[in-house]
Structure formats: structure tokens, C-alpha cells
Nanobody
Framework: VQLQASGGGLVQAGGSLRLSCAAS????????VGWYRQAPGQQRELVAT???????NYADSLKGRFTISRDNAKNTMYLQMNSLKPEDTAVYYC?????????????????WGQGTQVTVSS
């Protein structure tokens, strides 16, 4: 299973970006998915999560500006980021709990994308 994140880039403060993360491989089911971010010199932190049924959870500081969504038919998750601030600058990682078919049965594992850089200039 691979998670491929895309959509990062350089944007001015107040602008918007939409991140995507596509899962591929021998996927039986994608359970909860989420976005995390890590700024230079800081620990990785939660941005938002969404369950397979669509229930969402956000970091308190990001509510109202960021929106997480998913397209189960495309095995893809999204993060819409609006009103971006310089402090949103970080590498953004997607994460997913994915059930796959293994040789001796099904297994649910925790997978991470490679990260996509978001830079917000002031």
C-alpha cells in the first residue's frame, strides 16, 4: 500500500491550497484517515481526521479554516486549507488505517504518505 500526497506549494498569506492523498495497492477498506503537519524544529501535530462514515475531528486552532474530506470510490482524501497564515508553514503528511489482504488473512495497518511542503509567505 502506498499513500501519495500532492498539492503543496508556496502561497501568500490569506490564500488557499487543496492537498490530496491517494492510496493505492491491495486495499480492502480504508478506515480512519487524517492529516498531520510538522514545522521545522517542532513535533508532528494533528491537523484533522475523518472516519469511514464521515465524522470529522480538527485541531482546535484550525477549525473554520481547514476542511478534511474523502472520496471512498477514489481511495483519496483531501485537505482544503483557506485563509492560510505563515504559521501554517509545515510539511503536511497524510495518514490512513488501511485493511489489506495478506497471504494468511486480512490485516489493518497504519500508513503514512511522504509529506508535501506547504509554505505561506507573509
Amino acid at each position: 500500500v502506498q499513500l501519495q500526497a500532492s498539492g503543496g506549494g508556496l502561497v501568500q498569506a490569506g490564500g488557499s491550497l487543496r492537498l490530496s492523498c491517494a492510496a493505492s495497492g491491495s486495499i480492502v477498506r480504508i478506515n480512519a484517515v487524517g492529516w498531520y503537519r510538522q514545522a521545522p524544529g517542532q513535533q508532528r501535530e494533528l491537523v484533522a481526521t475523518i472516519t469511514s462514515s464521515g465524522s470529522t475531528n480538527y485541531a482546535d486552532s484550525l477549525k473554520g479554516r481547514f476542511t478534511i474530506s474523502r472520496d471512498n470510490a477514489k481511495n483519496t482524501m483531501y485537505l482544503q486549507m483557506n485563509s492560510l497564515k505563515p504559521e501554517d508553514t509545515a510539511v503536511y503528511y497524510c495518514n490512513a488505517q488501511i485493511t489489506t489482504d495478506q497471504l494468511f488473512g486480512r490485516r489493518t495497518g497504519d500508513y503514512w504518505g511522504q509529506g508535501t511542503q506547504v509554505t505561506v509567505s507573509s
